[in-house]
């Protein structure tokens, strides 16, 4: 199993940025990003393939969103830009083993996520 930690969350008002890490105890082929927003089920917003860096994006963040990675120092970035209120929540890094990627197989093969990481943005 891969162990996941978060963090770079915090507060900010709409327009703002946050870059968020997640530091895995080793890197996998196929990794993303989760949200989960009050009252909400939790959803998909981005992945990547990371042998060729191939990115995946929810129709809800694309072009405001950056994932990427980073193998020497087995991290996981998501670069958040031009933040709505819409995009509050709780943020979980995720990680899968089979070597298929995209959205819906990061929705259906994701088993464990981190602690994760509060993003909150409000005017």
């Known amino acids: 199993q891969v162990q996941l930690v978060e963090s770079g969350g915090g507060s900010v008002q709409p327009g703002g940025s946050l870059r968020l890490s997640c530091v895995a105890s080793?890197?996998?082929?196929?990794m993303g990003w989760f949200r989960e927003a009050p009252g909400k089920e939790r959803e998909v917003v981005a992945g990547?393939?990371?042998?060729?860096?191939?990115?995946y994006y929810a129709r809800s963040v694309e072009g405001r969103y950056a994932v990427s990675h980073d193998n020497a120092k087995k991290t996981v970035y998501l670069q958040m830009n031009d933040l709505k209120p819409e995009d509050t929540g709780m943020y979980y890094c995720?990680?899968?083993?089979?070597?298929?990627?995209?959205?819906?197989?990061?929705?259906?093969?994701?088993?464990?996520w981190g602690q994760g990481t509060q993003v909150t943005v409000s005017s």
């Open positions: 080793h890197m996998t082929e196929c």
């Open positions: 995720a990680a899968t083993k089979k070597p298929i990627c995209g959205l819906s197989y990061l929705m259906s093969l994701t088993k464990d």
């Open positions: 990547i393939w990371t042998p060729t860096s191939i990115t």
